[in-house]
Each structure stands twice: as C-alpha cells, then as structure tokens.
C-alpha cells in the first residue's frame, strides 16, 4: 500500500503541475489576442482582421500589452486623422467640385479638425485613466467621420443596396477613420 502509493503521489504532482501551466495566462498576450479579446463580443467581430493589420503594422506592438496597445491605437487615431485632415485639404485644391461638393468637403474639413482636438482629450483621458471621458471623447471623434460621410450624401451605405459606391472621395478615408476609433475605443473597453 505505502509502496504504490508513492509513484500515485508523484505521478499527481506532475498533473498539477501540467494543469497549472495550462491555466495560467500567457507571460505577455499577442497583438491577435488582444485583438480578438476586444472584438469578441458584441457587432465589431469583423473588425478583428483589421485591428490585427493596422497594429501590427504600428512600431512597438509587438511587445506591447493591452495598456500599451491601447496607446497605440490612440495614437494611431490621432496620426490617421491628421492625415485625413490634410486630404481634405488637398481634394480642396482641386478643381471641378459641384458647389454641393464644395460644401460637403467643408463640413469634413472642418469636422476632422475638430475631432483632431477631442483625439487630444483622448489621449489625455487614457494616460489619466478617465477611462469613461476617453469613450465619450472617441465617441465624438468617430461622429466625425460619419458626418463627413454624410455630408456627401451617405456614400458609406452601400453596403446594404450593393450599387456602385456613391461618388465620394473621402469614402475610403471615412471608414477606416471610424474602423481605428472602433478598434482603439474596444480596446480601451477591454481594459475594465
Ligand atoms: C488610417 O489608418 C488605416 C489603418 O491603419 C490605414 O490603412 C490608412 O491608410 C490610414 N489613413 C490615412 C489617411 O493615413
Ligand atoms: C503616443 O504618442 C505620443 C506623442 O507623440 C508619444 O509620446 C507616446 O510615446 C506614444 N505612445 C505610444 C504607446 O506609442
Ligand atoms: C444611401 O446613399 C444614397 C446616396 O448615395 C442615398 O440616396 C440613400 O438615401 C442612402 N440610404 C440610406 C439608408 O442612408
């Protein structure tokens, strides 16, 4: 009886031991994880491709963790509005707007830069921890983006007709200016 019961003992020593590897958390999370945690629930599960790609591709997420990556995506947003801003500019110099063209650009234009301020208050608001500011303030900043898009009559609406895409040419800048805020506001989500 003693005799068996000493490989039982060990042999449940190195169960624990496996079983408590394996339920530990990973020493540091990658950027997919992070990005698949944070889009796991609710509408926004097909913007994890999305958050993985833009991340990736900013310097320092590899090491980064979920704090860490949540700074970078706000600096992201704040690097992708600046340059939106600076399209609308350049679309201005243009010729051969419709005057209602005009008038859309002004509204983008004057609504990215805008949201270039409140993108400030959010990178405030996360360095501070005012974690309920920072989703107010990105809130208002993706607001932008739709405005804009609905300045030009809703062209980001295709989806549901599935007609060729309206006309706009701040389309593609739109959506991926509220794709970076939905992705950095979910992250931040994920923090709490
Ligand atoms: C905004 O960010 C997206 C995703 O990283 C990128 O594809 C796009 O080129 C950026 N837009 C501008 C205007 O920099
Ligand atoms: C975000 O940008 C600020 C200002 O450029 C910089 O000081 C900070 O290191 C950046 N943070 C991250 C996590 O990249
Ligand atoms: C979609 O956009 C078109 C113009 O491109 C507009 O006429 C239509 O009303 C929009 N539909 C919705 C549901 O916003």
């Given at each position: 009886m003693a005799a068996s019961a000493v490989p039982f003992i060990i042999l449940l020593l190195v169960l624990l031991a496996a079983a408590g590897t394996r339920a530990s958390p990973p020493a540091s999370e990658t950027v997919e994880q992070i990005c698949a945690r944070a889009t796991s629930s609710g509408a926004h599960r097909d913007l994890a491709p999305f958050c993985v790609s833009s991340?990736?591709?900013?310097?320092?997420?590899?090491?980064?963790?979920?704090?860490?990556?949540?700074?970078?995506?706000?600096?992201?947003?704040?690097?992708?509005?600046?340059?939106?801003?600076?399209?609308?500019?350049?679309?201005?110099?243009?010729?051969?707007?419709?005057?209602?063209?005009?008038?859309?650009?002004?509204?983008?234009?004057?609504?990215?830069?805008?949201?270039?301020?409140?993108?400030?208050?959010?990178?405030?608001?996360?360095?501070?921890?005012?974690?309920?500011?920072?989703?107010?303030?990105?809130?208002?900043?993706r607001k932008a983006a739709t405005d804009c898009d609905g300045a030009f009559g809703g062209a980001g609406n295709s989806s549901e007709s599935g007609a060729a895409p309206a006309a706009s040419p701040m389309r593609k800048v739109n959506r991926d200016a509220v794709d970076l805020t939905t992705v950095a506001t979910l992250i931040v989500r994920a923090l709490e």
């Open positions: 991340l990736q591709a900013a310097p320092g997420s590899s090491g980064a963790d979920a704090r860490g990556l949540a700074a970078i995506a706000t600096n992201l947003t704040l690097a992708n509005y600046t340059a939106a801003v600076a399209t609308v500019k350049a679309l201005q110099r243009r010729s051969g707007w419709s005057a209602a063209e005009r008038g859309a650009l002004a509204t983008c234009r004057a609504r990215y830069i805008e949201a270039l301020n409140v993108v400030h208050s959010a990178v405030h608001a996360l360095a501070k921890g005012r974690l309920d500011d920072y989703a107010a303030d990105m809130g208002v900043v």
